[in-house]
């Protein structure tokens, strides 16, 4: 069969994310496709990512969705919604069209606006890192799209715990991504075979690549790079005996509290509570500072005269893994690294 190309001229608009793109014969948006019907053909319609030519479909996948018909036009929806400025190639019949959905002058892409730890120099059994987005991102194959290099370029292989779903948390913007712990522990199979992933005094760039997506299907505009150096391993737990209080001086001021060493940002949350005099929680936004080892807490309300207690939950870490009741990394004959009988950790200050 004689193979034509139907010329499809689409006028573009600045649209919202609802509103539709169409051409003579021809109308898109996130949320469908549809095509004027010829009786005459066998109306067979398939919707690819990219820009294709009919040849190279043959080992393309087709986008997954429902056709619906009348007898004026075919209408397909997809069973994900269209990605922003992405292209795309419809194949009806035997003609091809290529579109794309502009994005909004308005549209904010992607960027990153926390990494945590954010300090340049880490230890070598580091474990954790979490990476604030300004928008909610897209979880699928996450990882394709992260790496570490080492210092002469290359790509590091196994160094995430590349688990299935993607660890976000609800607003889908904050991302953690876990150092494979088996490398990172000594004594288990990985770390004997391949070694610890960081090696001191050497450095690395942990790269989120632009290829990222947002929810909306929008990739960011340029990597995100984050530099940093490698000292030696951490092996000895956090202690809170060597924290200080900074107690508020007046009932406005906020209340600051300085570690002797980065805390690990996502075990801190929810894991701090003030209690008043009368054993009252103190509502309130901590905020960390100084490369995670200060921490200040702004109450909803003005502080009261009177006593206060910190009560810290025990799972609180440092950047190893390393908790206030034990090492995530302990020898079994260190009687000196043994699990520690508390259940809670507490310091007091007074505003008076």
Do not use: C
Request: aromatic residues 10%; neutral net charge; without cysteine.
């Amino acid at each position: 069969m004689k193979k034509s190309i139907i010329v499809v001229v689409v006028w573009l608009f600045s649209i919202h994310l609802g509103n539709s793109q169409t051409g003579t014969d021809f109308a898109f948006n996130r949320y469908s496709v549809t095509v004027k019907r010829n009786l005459n053909e066998s109306n067979t319609f398939n919707l690819y990512r990219g820009q294709i030519s009919v040849e190279e479909t043959e080992n393309a996948n087709a986008i997954l969705g429902e056709v619906i018909t009348n007898d004026t036009i075919l209408r397909f929806i997809p069973l994900v919604p269209l990605g922003l400025h992405q292209d795309y190639t419809v194949i009806y019949n035997n003609h091809i069209t290529h579109f794309s959905l502009d994005l909004p002058k308005s549209y904010e892409l992607q960027t990153i606006t926390d990494i945590y730890p954010s300090s340049k120099k880490l230890p070598s059994n580091v474990l954790k890192w979490y990476i604030k987005f300004a928008n909610p991102i897209n979880e699928t194959n996450v990882y394709n799209h992260i790496r570490i290099l080492n210092q002469d370029g290359d790509t590091l292989s196994r160094t995430f715990l590349n688990i299935e779903n993607a660890l976000v948390n609800t607003d889908g913007r904050l991302l953690t991504l876990w150092i494979e712990p088996g490398r990172q522990k000594r004594g288990l199979i990985p770390n004997q075979q391949l070694g610890s992933v960081f090696q001191p005094g050497k450095s690395y760039k942990l790269i989120v690549l632009k290829t990222l997506k947002d929810k909306q299907g929008v990739s960011m505009s340029n990597d995100f790079i984050h530099s940093f150096q490698i000292t030696e391993d951490d092996r000895k737990k956090p202690d809170i005996n060597l924290w200080e209080i900074v107690s508020p001086e007046t009932s406005t001021n906020d209340l600051i509290m300085h570690s002797n060493e980065p805390l690990d940002y996502g075990s801190v949350l929810g894991s701090i509570i003030i209690l008043d005099a009368d054993n009252k929680e103190v509502f309130g936004n901590w905020k960390f500072t100084n490369n995670e080892k200060t921490l200040i807490f702004k109450p909803t309300d003005i502080w009261s005269k009177g006593k206060y207690r910190i009560f810290f939950n025990t799972r609180i870490e440092d950047l190893a893994g390393n908790n206030l009741k034990q090492l995530f990394d302990n020898k079994i004959d260190d009687k000196d690294q043994l699990v520690h009988k508390n259940t809670e950790y507490i310091l007091e200050f007074n505003i008076h």
